[in-house]
């Protein structure tokens, strides 16, 4: 069983910057999937950043020069680091990890403000 925690999230004004962090307990592997979605209200969750099985990164189009996902293995946590922020960021932000099957964070929302 994984247990996922995220925080970080909150408001900001356009341009700014925000950190956010997930925080996983249970059985998680250091080289297990691990990555951020978003869902913006009446649309579909989406990815925005992850590290793949081979530990390599991917990013949404969207978000790539402004995002930077990065991992503390020893803490079992992964970060967001969201720079430039644009009021279309606005959404719910989720963790996400894939440990024989794939498990949710509750959310954090961040609404940047225009």
């Known amino acids: 069983q994984v247990q996922l925690v995220e925080s970080g999230g909150g408001l900001v004004q356009a341009g700014g910057s925000l950190r956010l962090s997930c925080a996983a307990s249970?059985?998680?592997?250091?080289?297990?999937?691990m990555g951020w979605y978003r869902q913006a209200p009446g649309k579909q969750r989406e990815l925005v950043a992850t590290f793949t099985t081979g530990g390599s990164t991917r990013y949404a189009d969207s978000v790539k020069g402004r995002f930077t996902i990065s991992r503390d293995n020893a803490k079992n946590t992964v970060y967001l680091q969201m720079n430039s922020l644009k009021p279309e960021d606005t959404a719910v932000y989720y963790c996400?990890?894939?440990?024989?099957?794939?498990?949710w964070g509750q959310g954090t929302q961040v609404t940047v403000s225009s």
């Open positions: 249970g059985s998680i592997f250091s080289n297990a999937p």
């Open positions: 996400n990890a894939i440990v024989g099957r794939v498990y």
